[in-house]
C-alpha cells in the first residue's frame, strides 16, 4: 500500500467515525427527561359514628377501626 493511499483512507476512515459519532450524538438528547417524582398523596379523613338515636359515638371509632384493620 502506498503511504498517500493510507493517508486517504485513514482520512476517510476519521470522517466516517466523525460523522457517526455526530449522528449518534444528535440522537440522543443532551438530557434525558426523568419522571418527575410523584407528589405524597395525603388524606384528610373524618369518620362520623352514630348510632339508630343519632347520638355521637365517636370516641370509640378509633378502637374499632383498629381491631377492623387488625382482624380483617
Known sequence: MSEEFRM???A???ALL???LAS??????AHA???AAAAAVTYDVQIHV???????TDDN????????????
Open 61 to 72: 371509632v378509633y378502637g374499632r377501626l383498629t381491631n377492623f384493620i387488625s382482624h380483617p
Open 33 to 35: 427527561q426523568t419522571p
Open 12 to 14: 476517510r476512515s476519521a
Open 50 to 56: 352514630c348510632d339508630r338515636s343519632g347520638a355521637g
Open 24 to 29: 449518534l450524538t444528535l440522537a440522543v438528547p
Open 18 to 20: 466523525a460523522a457517526a
Open 8 to 10: 486517504s483512507l485513514s
